[in-house]
């Protein structure tokens, strides 16, 4: 089993910034991808960025400019570093990391969850 624990939400102001933390740990061989995900009440969770073993990134639409993911690789790390934070963005936001476990078997781990709440 590989476990994800995830650090650095909280309650910001509107255009205030937060750092999100994500480790992961257990018996991992390799990472591909590190993600993060959001899901704020009444709606699905979405995609909000992810960076890939080779370092390429992808983000939503809404957070282009404003969020920056990285990783890394040496402590098994994945961070998002999110700026001009606006209510929009709060959400419960979620750690994913896929992989292998030794032996080669695949892993797609969830963290638990941390709360961003953007608020006056």
């Known amino acids: 089993q590989v476990q994800l624990v995830e650090s650095g939400g909280g309650l910001v102001q509107p255009g205030g910034s937060l750092r999100l933390s994500c480790a992961a740990s257990?018996?991992?061989?390799?990472?591909?991808?590190m993600g993060w995900y959001r899901q704020a009440p009444g709606k699905q969770r979405e995609l909000v960025a992810v960076?890939?073993?080779?370092?390429?990134?992808n983000y939503a639409d809404s957070v282009k400019g404003r969020f920056t993911i990285s990783r890394d690789n040496a402590k098994n790390t994945v961070y998002m570093q999110m700026n001009s934070l606006n209510p929009e963005d709060t959400a419960v936001y979620y750690c994913?990391?896929?992989?292998?476990?030794?032996?080669?078997?695949?892993?797609?781990?969830w963290g638990q969850g941390t709360q961003v709440t953007v608020s006056s």
């Open positions: 994913n990391v896929n992989g292998l476990e030794l032996r080669f078997r695949r892993f797609d781990s």
């Open positions: 257990g018996r991992i061989y390799s990472i591909y991808d």
């Open positions: 960076i890939t073993s080779g370092s390429s990134t």
